[in-house]
């Protein structure tokens, strides 16, 4: 069994400080909170079996250069 096109949208934004010193992101993936499957198999006997992708995820991360 095939899976149905999909599209997902992830992004990140990043500030840099005017020295480069300091760096600051902000990281989505999924951002739609779409569901859908990365794999699926139909086992034959008489449901399907498959794989979800990850939900929505955000991450914030602060760099600092030496």
Not at 33 to 46: E, F, I, M, P, Q
């Amino acid at each position: 069994m095939q899976n149905s096109a999909y599209t997902v949208a992830n992004g990140r934004l990043t500030f840099d400080s005017n020295n480069k010193i300091w760096q600051a992101s902000l990281e989505v993936t999924n951002f739609t909170d779409k569901l859908y499957y990365l794999s699926r198999v139909n086992t034959g006997a008489g449901y399907l079996d498959g794989q979800i992708a990850a939900p929505r995820e955000w991450a914030i991360t602060l760099k600092r250069n030496f």
